[in-house]
C-alpha cells in the first residue's frame, strides 16, 4: 500500500497537481465511479459473465484504478492513512452487520445478504441519522 500513496504523490509532485481541492478529488471519485457503473450499463451480468468477458474486464480495470487513484489521492493531500481509515471502517461494518447473521441469511444466488435482517439494520441505521 506504501509503495502505491508513494506513487501517486510522486505522480502528483511532479506535475504540480500536489495543492487540489479536496472538493475536485470528491466530485472526481463520483465521476470514475459513474465511468465504472456505465461498464455495467444495460447489463445484469453474474461474476463469472463477468469474467469471461475480457473486453468488459480491461474496462473495468481502468475505471477502477481511475477510482483508486483518486480516493488515495485525497488521503495522501488529507494527510490520512489509508490502512487505518479502511480497517477503522471494516471493524464499523463487522459490528454492524454480524458476519454469522449475514451469511446465514444470505441469498444464494448474489451473496449480497439483501435479505430482511439486513434490511432492518439498514434502515434503522438510516432513521437514526435523520434530524
Ligand atoms: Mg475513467
Redesign the pocket.
Known amino acids: 500500500m506504501k509503495n502505491i500513496e508513494s506513487e501517486i504523490k510522486r505522480f502528483l509532485v511532479e506535475r504540480g497537481w500536489d495543492k487540489l481541492r479536496p472538493s475536485d478529488l470528491a466530485k472526481s471519485i463520483s465521476?470514475?465511479a459513474a465511468?465504472?457503473l456505465e461498464v455495467f450499463q444495460w447489463t445484469s451480468l453474474d461474476i463469472e459473465e463477468t469474467k469471461r468477458d475480457a473486453q468488459r474486464i480491461e474496462d473495468i480495470k481502468?475505471?477502477l484504478a481511475?477510482v483508486f487513484i483518486y480516493a488515495i489521492e485525497m488521503a495522501i493531500l488529507l494527510h490520512l492513512d489509508v490502512e487505518k481509515i479502511v480497517m477503522a471502517k471494516l471493524e464499523q461494518v463487522r459490528r454492524k452487520y454480524p458476519a454469522e447473521l449475514m451469511r446465514k441469511n444470505a441469498k444464494e444466488e448474489s451473496g449480497s445478504g439483501a435479505d430482511p435482517k439486513y434490511w432492518k439494520i439498514k434502515n434503522s441505521a438510516r432513521r437514526s441519522k435523520k434530524p
Open positions: 465521476i470514475e465511468e465504472l481502468k475505471e481511475d
